[in-house]
Each structure stands twice: as C-alpha cells, then as structure tokens.
C-alpha cells in the first residue's frame, strides 16, 4: 500500500540533546513537508522540499534542520536550539499535479524532558 | 494576506443531527480549497477539495461543502452526524506562496449519543 510513514509515534528527549523524526513516502511524491501542531493552533509550516536536494524554511524553522538527499525521505532534526520542542509533529507530501491535496502520515509526538 | 479563519473552536451536537463547520477564507486568487479530519493522535485524512467547477462538492463519510466566492466561505455540512465523525476538522486554502496551504486553526467536534 502507497503512504506515509513516520517513527517514532512517540519520542521522549532531555534538553539539550538533538533529535531526529523520520518520514518515509512510497507515492513517489515530489513535494514533502513537514508541520508542528500544538492545541488551539492548528497546524504550521516547519520546512518543505519541492524536489530532491533542495528545501525551504516555513513559518517556525528556527531551531529545525532538513535534508533531502531521496525523493522517498525528509528527515527532520529538531536541535537543542528549539526553545519549546514538545508538540505533534506531521509530515506531509504532494504530487506535482498543481492544486494536489497532501497527504498526511500518522505523526510524531515529542516530548522533552 | 493570505488566511484561513475558523470561527468555532469547539462544537457540540447530538447524533443524527445535522452540522455545519464554517470556513472563511482570505486570497488573492481563485483558491483551492480543502477539508481534512484529525482523529486524536493520528494524521490528517482529506474529506473534500473544491478547485473548480461545481461549487457544491461531495466528499467521503458523507460530508458536503459549499463554495460561496461573494463570502469568501467554504463550509462543510452532514445531514445527519455519528458518532464516528468526533474529531477535529481543519480548512486549508492554497497554493499559498511557494505551494504551500494555509491552515486554519481547526473546530473540534464533539458528538453525544
């Protein structure tokens, strides 16, 4: 089955220490991103990537790194930078027909320490 | 600016009610307009996208919406809820600058037996 996937579902951390979230797409997608959701308000763009080897900052990128070496992976690495990392984290991807909807995979829970 | 505005935040009815969320958007463009569900601690699903055309779209579990460009509003309606549609919905509008869709803050939705 084509989809998304991202692990851990849950991730504890101390402070200080970088981590990295995984996501995995199989729908031979172009376009992935990656949100941050925390209660009451919605979701926010952390980093996207249109194509392999190259990404861009959303609206909250400080203290995130991405890399895009595969077009099937977008790895994210919250560092020790982020002031407030605890949240449900969600990666996304989209096919490169214009107005495609993305689809979501199943998310991340970090919590710190 | 660019936004998505979801003025209830929570939403209470009884099943086999009916229910309507609201959605207000603001663009400069012919928007592409979506809705998605989030069950607690999973991902987003798609319900419905409007991009053009009829302005009364269909989508899954039985869920409608309704374009109205003179109120900049795309709102979503079921005749009759269950049980099973408790969750929080989310409106989203693009492509924003760069491809990305702007979501709003989401109404969550409670459902009594």
């Known amino acids: 089955d084509g989809g998304i996937t991202q692990s851990p579902k849950y991730l504890f951390r101390k402070e200080g220490q970088n981590v990295t979230l995984s996501c995995e797409q199989n729908l031979n997608h172009d376009a992935m991103y990656w949100y941050r959701q925390d209660p009451g308000q919605g979701l926010r763009l952390i980093y996207y990537s249109q194509i392999v080897n190259d990404f861009q900052k959303g609206d909250i990128a400080e203290g995130y790194s991405v890399s895009r070496e595969k077009k099937e992976s977008f790895p994210l690495t919250v560092t020790s930078a982020q002031k407030n990392p605890t949240a449900f984290y969600l990666c996304a991807s989209r096919s490169d027909s214009w107005g495609n909807e993305q689809f979501f995979g199943p998310g991340t829970r970090l919590t710190v320490l | 600016a660019q936004s998505v505005t979801q003025p209830d935040i929570h939403i209470t009815v009884s099943e086999g009610a009916s229910l309507e969320l609201r959605c207000n958007y603001s663009?400069?463009?012919?928007?592409?307009l979506f809705w998605y569900v989030q069950s607690p601690g999973q991902g987003l699903q798609l319900l419905l996208k409007?991009?053009?055309?009829?302005?009364l779209v269909q989508g899954i579990k039985g869920f409608e919406a309704e374009f109205k460009r003179s109120q900049s509003s795309f709102n979503l309606r079921k005749p009759s809820v269950h049980w099973s549609d408790a969750a929080e919905y989310f409106c989203?509008?693009?492509?924003?600058?760069?491809?990305?869709?702007?979501f709003g803050t989401g109404t969550r939705l409670q459902v009594f037996p």
């Open positions: 989203a509008v693009g492509p924003g600058d760069t491809d990305k869709l702007i």
């Open positions: 663009y400069g463009a012919t928007p592409y």
């Open positions: 409007y991009f053009s055309g009829d302005t």
